[in-house]
């Protein structure tokens, strides 16, 4: 379970953070607003960059501490830049890391109760990671690449896989 | 392994496959012909639809295939039509669904070894789906799925989950 989740997080959170460097470089150097990559969205009902940065984050902070029984931590939603979108996900990878695979023994099986847009939510541990978790995580991580990407920054695959 | 990747690979598929449908009936309802969908990109220099979705079972069928030590089915990238994009889908779930828990049994530490891009890439069992399929798979569900919502289709991430 914790390599199944956390080795996968770090990578991910590490590679979008060169992303937001790339992202942040390419508004910059065409005197750009950053708010106009900031808000930019695929589809007109879809969040836009910053608001999937944020959940990347929050599926990545929430899977390790639920699997460990552990007090999910609260980020409120305020960043309004990429110097503060990069905090947040520095933040988010200092607690994934202070997690450890014995926090995480016997999870495949633990009872997660959480809400869901008001919904209560209930989960084994493992279907939780394999069906909620890593295709959230990795849907929000790819959407904000594919922002990006829309808007022109030159990015390639290899950026979001760290190769 | 196995309860980290095979399930997660049908559950993605099934859903694509509903995805695409939903997709279809849009195109057909408004007349529009279906190859405007098809070769529909998030940014010029990306795969359109239907190389998406031919990479996202590309990576479902040779991950456990590796996995297992056996030989990775080809199949022709000739997909013209949502049929037969979804009759893709259908055989890699056959082929995914072929593969059992004890065909993956001690495969963290398998040697795997490809080209990729003309390039021999060597992973162990375990960092190659952690580090290389599970993002590559959800990467190409996902931007498919981004690709049809950028088009207007009405879809919510519940559609990508399955929920």
Known sequence: ?????NPGFVKTL????????????????????????LTWRIAPDMFPLTRQIQLTSDFAKSAPARLAGKEVPKYPD???TFAELKARIAKTLKFVESISPKDLDGCETRDINFTLGGQNVHFKGEPYLVH????????????AYDIIRSFGVELGKRDF???
């Open 14 to 37: 590490n590679n979008l953070t060169a992303i937001l460097d790339k992202a942040e470089r390419y508004v910059t150097e065409r005197k750009i607003d950053p708010e106009v990559l």
């Open 161 to 163: 896989l760290g190769m």
């Open 132 to 143: 909620f978790v890593l295709p959230n995580f990795y849907f929000h991580a790819t959407t």
């Open 1 to 5: 379970m914790y390599q199944a989740s």
């Open 78 to 80: 305020e960043e309004k």
